[in-house]
């Protein structure tokens, strides 16, 4: 089952459930009236959802228009990202010069949460200086996970899955980092693809807590990689876990896998810039690839476009006080 949310004027947007295809939807407000309602009352309001999801695959509803949707959950209680790829981390070390984390717990760090942008929406950023970024990976959606919930139980709190462009300033980050605080400035809002997925509508890519999926990334229309999501050195489960262990975590909560990337990146690419930029730093001793400029755009599907739709974005300046937008 797909669900989408319907730009309506206000802040949360009207839910929708969507075809398989992609291609059509109905409006389900009759059921709830968002989607964050539809994740607070999960185990009442799902069986209505999945049987108007069948009636749209038999054929019924209304053409979708992708430009018309929000991001599946335009806002959200909590958004705690990961680094389960093993591959990304050793990398991004290697680009800051930092020794290896020595943790056997999940890396993860707790980011801006009150705003996803929509899929086709302009993405607006301050300065080009600031190392405009992207970052393809997937999430996860919870119901109420209680504090203490084990991996063993986790997956079965997962509710929804969704594609998300985390968007990074990577000449802040490293300022940032060295506070020991945290990021705040180096990570904005994210991006989400329109439609959020349940675990079974995957199928036999929904495996071991993994979305065992390529994930492509095209910049200005060029392919820059599609590493696989199965890559995974911890599940969503392990993730789950980790992040309930001191807190329940909220229905509506996005914990995010972290950029994917696999080992052979020389033959599948990367889903970030600055991967690729320490890939060219380690073969030739620099950095070719640039960062973002205002005006370029990035596009990222999985499984194909039909899967989670499509994420494709223009990079903008930001309107700021006294200026006007690109």
């Known amino acids: 089952m797909k669900l989408a949310t319907l730009a309506d004027g206000s802040r949360d947007g009207t839910l929708l459930v969507v075809s398989a295809d992609g291609r059509r939807q109905s409006r389900a407000g009759a059921i709830a009236p968002t989607l964050q309602a539809a994740v607070d009352d999960w185990a009442t309001v799902a069986p209505s959802l999945r049987a108007l999801a069948a009636r749209l695959d038999a054929g019924g509803g209304d053409p979708l228009d992708p430009a018309a949707l929000l991001a599946p959950l335009p806002r959200a209680w909590q958004w705690l990202d990961g680094s389960a790829f093993t591959t990304h981390g050793t990398l991004m070390q290697q680009a800051f010069g930092h020794d290896p984390i020595a943790t056997d717990r999940p890396l993860m760090y ?11 929406q302009d993405v607006p950023f301050p300065s080009e200086a600031d190392g405009i970024d992207f970052e393809g990976e997937f999430g996860i959606i919870t119901d109420d996970v209680p504090m203490g919930c084990s991996a063993a139980d986790a997956l079965a709190h997962v509710v929804l899955i969704v594609l998300i462009n985390d968007w990074s300033l990577r000449a802040i980050a ?14 904005p809002a994210c991006s989400m693809a329109p439609f959020a997925v349940t675990p079974d509508g995957l199928g036999d890519a929904w495996r071991h807590g993994r979305v065992c999926l ?8 060029s ?10 050195a911890v599940g969503f489960h392990d993730l789950i876990a980790h992040a309930a262990r001191t807190r329940d975590l909220p229905a509506g909560t996005i914990i995010g896998s ?69």
Not at 214 to 221: A, F, T
Not at 223 to 232: E, L, T
């Open 174 to 187: 490293p300022i940032e980092m060295k506070t020991g605080f945290g990021w705040v400035q180096a990570k």
């Open 223 to 232: 392919w820059f990689g599609d590493p696989d999501g199965g890559a995974m």
């Open 258 to 326: 972290g950029t994917v990337s696999n080992p052979d990146y020389d033959r599948v690419g990367s889903t970030c810039l600055s991967e690729r930029r320490v890939i060219e730093m380690l073969a030739r001793g620099h950095a070719q690839t640039p960062f973002l400029s205002f005006g370029d755009r990035v596009a990222m599907t999985a499984g194909g476009a039909a899967t989670f739709g499509r994420l494709d974005q223009r990079v903008v300046q930001a309107a700021m006080p006294g200026t006007a937008a690109v």
């Open 110 to 120: 707790q980011g801006l949460s009150h705003r996803f942008l929509a899929a086709q």
């Open 214 to 221: 390529p994930l492509r990334v095209e910049v200005n229309g």
